[in-house]
């Protein structure tokens, strides 16, 4: 997750009040995307979600 501007190419999505910028092709692959903001005892941070498969350790989500 980073800082970016809205591009020809891109998808915009807003939720809570916040902008979502995402490369079109890659949103049609991982959609629907779930952003939360989570507290646990372990910190907290962005809990990125979707049905997109992933490799490696991170399952179906990410924390960023």
Known sequence: MALDELR???HSFDDKGLSYVIEKNL???????????????????????????????????CSC
């Open 27 to 61: 949103f049609d692959q991982v959609k629907p995307i779930k952003v939360d903001y989570v507290t646990t005892p372990m910190g907290e941070g962005f809990n990125i979600s979707s049905n997109m498969a992933m490799g490696g350790g991170c399952g179906d989500s």
């Open 8 to 10: 020809d190419e891109d």
